[in-house]
Each structure stands twice: as structure tokens, then as C-alpha cells.
């Protein structure tokens, strides 16, 4: 992936926002004015009107707390907790989470964030032996299999490991059902779940050009998870042993039972 996926939930500034950046390029964001323009509004009294700046590297994103009063917090969520505290005035502080959540102080009940997707972590075949770094060969799909974008895939393609011949590919409420018997997921969403769908398609598989707004999103993304499972299974991303990812099936009860 080369550059970063910056995005403002729905209701943080109003609709949902999504801004992809490549090597170089940046987004501010804060509360803004019309002297203090901002690339991401943020709609909170406690939010100062430049709060901060995000930029993409080749391989990581820096974060810069323009704030004069206020840390904020980059929260991984796909660890246990794990967590960056960026104090106020620091520039470029680098982030290594590949999916991160910038977290501000706010005067409301819901936090206001930002989430970011950021440049593949690349790894190394592991196959390949031996030989200088110029020379070693790389994955082609960077995957990090504790991630939850990759429960969704494993989620996605189980009919056909455990089938072979399933009518279709699950759809988004039926991941969503599948994975809430997960502990460290049992908050999962619908729309999180469509999110990782896009990820996948258009981030980590790469699978045609990504839709640029929603309604183009929403029109695609049947057709998303149809391709995302065939170049899964095709290339063997995902097998019989990621099933055990997954929590336990629940069996059905006999009558009478």
C-alpha cells in the first residue's frame, strides 16, 4: 500500500470523510475557521480550530499535536490496549500501528477520532533464505493475521473451507453474527465490518480501483466480497487452520432437547 487512508467517522464533523494521501502529502484537521482552514472539520468546542496534522511516509505516518494544551491519544485497536500518547506542540511524532485511532479530549459523550489506515507492515517470504536485503523476496499481500480486517476475510471464505460448495459468500449482518461470539470482538459492527471489506478489496488485495465515495462504495461492495474470497482461496491467503480464528460454531439443538 503506498500512502495512507485517513477517515472521519459519520457525526464526528458531520458526514463521513475520507481522504487517501500519498507519500508526502498531509491532512490537517481541528475545528476550523474561516481564517484557520482545516482538510477534516472536527465539531467540538474542546477541539482547538488547528488541533493537528497528519502525514504519509513511504513507510509509516507521522502525527503532529498542534494543540497548546491538550495530548492526544493513538489508540491500536487491534491490540490489548496498546497505546501512543502524543503531548501537545510535538511534531511528526511517527506512528507504527497499521490501523490506528487518533482519540482528542471532547466536551461529549462519544470521543472524538480519526482512524487511519496506514502503509502495509512488509514482511518477508518466509520461504526465502539467506541473501542481502536487496535481495530477499517480499509477500505479495501483507496480511497481519491478528488483525481483525483478516477474522473478516477467514469469516468470509469459511463456507467454502468447511463446504467446498456454498450457495454464496456470507453477507455483512452474517460476518457480523459469526464474529460477535468472538471475545475480543462481541462489539463488532455492520458497518466496521463493511469497512474492512473495502480495506481488503482496496488496500491490502488491491482487487481494481477504489471507489471514491460512498454511494460508489455501497454499489461495489457486493461484488467486493465475491472477489475478495475468490483471490483469497485462489492464492491460499486464507486455509483450513485460520478457521481456528474463528469462535466455536454453535450447534443447533435436536427437538426435544
Known amino acids: 500500500m503506498s500512502g495512507i487512508v485517513v477517515h472521519l ?47 504519509a511516509t513511504d513507510d509509516h505516518w507521522q502525527l503532529s499535536n498542534l494543540s497548546t494544551t491538550h495530548g492526544y491519544l493513538v489508540e491500536n485497536p487491534e491490540g490489548a490496549g496498546e497505546y501512543l500518547r502524543v503531548p501537545p506542540r510535538r511534531v511528526g511524532a511517527p506512528i507504527p500501528f497499521e490501523f490506528a485511532r487518533v482519540v482528542l479530549p471532547s466536551r461529549r459523550e462519544s470521543p472524538v477520532y480519526l482512524q487511519v489506515f496506514a502503509p502495509d507492515h512488509v514482511y518477508l517470504d518466509p520461504r526465502a533464505t539467506g541473501g542481502s536485503w536487496e535481495s530477499r523476496t517480499l509477500t505479495a499481500y501483507s496480511l497481519d493475521e491478528t488483525a481483525t480486517y483478516f477474522l473478516v476475510l477467514v469469516a468470509l471464505c469459511e463456507p467454502w473451507l468447511r463446504d467446498r460448495s456454498p ?61 475478495v474470497v475468490g483471490l483469497a482461496l485462489k492464492f491460499g491467503i486464507v486455509s483450513e487452520e485460520h478457521l481456528a480464528l474463528l469462535p466455536p460454531r454453535s450447534e443447533p439443538t435436536e427437538p426435544g432437547r
Open 9 to 55: 467517522p459519520e457525526g464526528v464533523g458531520g458526514d463521513a470523510v475520507t481522504l487517501r494521501l500519498g507519500p508526502g502529502e498531509r491532512v490537517r484537521f481541528g475545528r476550523g475557521s474561516s481564517t484557520t482552514p482545516v482538510d477534516l472539520r472536527l465539531g467540538d468546542e474542546a477541539v482547538s480550530r488547528l488541533a493537528g496534522e497528519i502525514r
Open 167 to 227: 450457495v454464496a459468500v456470507p453477507t455483512t449482518p452474517q460476518v457480523v453474527e459469526r464474529l460477535r461470539a468472538h471475545a475480543a470482538r462481541a462489539g463488532i459492527t455492520a458497518r466496521a465490518v463493511s469497512a474492512h471489506i473495502d480495506y481488503l478489496a482496496d488496500e491490502k488485495l488491491r482487487i481494481g480501483p477504489p471507489a471514491q465515495d460512498g454511494a460508489a462504495r455501497a454499489d461495489r461492495r457486493n461484488g467486493k466480497r465475491e472477489a
